[in-house]
């Protein structure tokens, strides 16, 4: 006999005699870790893992789906009664008592030993606690994803037309792929214009010695700024806009001139330029072009 509870729970009552559900040692040698639902980690929703054979004996009596199925129950994989209960003390009540929801299936009580309904409650809980978080990898090893899956030839090609201007596989590329061995982490690097592209050579303070290349400071996006009567002000770019634009100078001097129109006249001197155009410019075969021939520049 099946019966639905309006938790969601489903009981497979058997015909034959029942084993009892048997019982933890009464004082382990040191307590098991907790364990929770996916990665949840609050506290009432913590539980330690329940004993094997208990939770083998509770799903002998439950039901094949938590989902609660086409008997109208709860799915208990999203259900709060089970999600917080410990063990057995949310759902004894329910079998007991029984429930009759409105617009909902009912329940009649049920004549269940509290052991057996503890048993199917630390099997439901063993169920759930081996579901991973909505969107997260599936269990196991990582996986190791192989993006070079590009031509080089053509990405050399790509390379010579699009970027060489800029750049150069003898020049400030030299040992690229050395410095940046993960090929997903070169494609960012390239995609973005850091680490070696638009770079000034300048060493991050603190960063790696020899044995591992340290990565490099981006050049800073500067500024001219030229008045009528031919004075100018040069340094980084702070902040600009149609009505100012700021800048600090070498010894760290902060200027700020108003905007009307054309003057004073500003040249701004970007060295992602180049990497902003071609966002819109280059399609998915390109990236993975231009990566398959970047890691061979070792």
Known sequence: MRLILSTGIALCLSAGPRVAAQQPPAAPPAPPPATTRG????????????????????????????RGGDMGGVNLLRSSLVLNDQDGELVLPVVAQGRFPQGAPPMPPLALPADDVKAVAAYIHSVAAQGGRQGGPPPGPPIELNIVVGD????????????????????????????????????????????GFGTSGGVVPGAPTATAPSPRMPKPVTVVVTS?????????????????????????????????GAVPQVEITDPLEGHKKLLVK??????????????TLK
């Open 228 to 260: 009528p009567d031919g004075q100018r002000v040069e340094g980084r770019l702070d902040r600009v806009d149609d009505f100012m634009v700021s800048l600090v100078q070498s010894d760290g001097t902060r200027r700020t001139f108003r905007r009307e």
């Open 152 to 195: 080089a030839a053509r990405g050399r090609k790509y390379f010579a037309a699009n970027c060489a201007d800029c750049h150069s596989s003898t020049g400030d590329l030299k040992g690229l792929a050395t410095r940046n061995p993960d090929a997903m982490m070169l494609q960012n690097t390239w995609v973005a214009g850091r680490g």
């Open 282 to 295: 280059y399609t998915d075969p390109d990236i993975h072009d231009v990566t398959a021939y970047l890691v």
């Open 39 to 66: 990665d949840q980690t609050f506290p009432a929703q913590q539980r330690p893992p329940g004993d094997p054979a208990v939770i083998e004996h509770g799903k002998s009596l439950y039901g094949p789906d938590l």
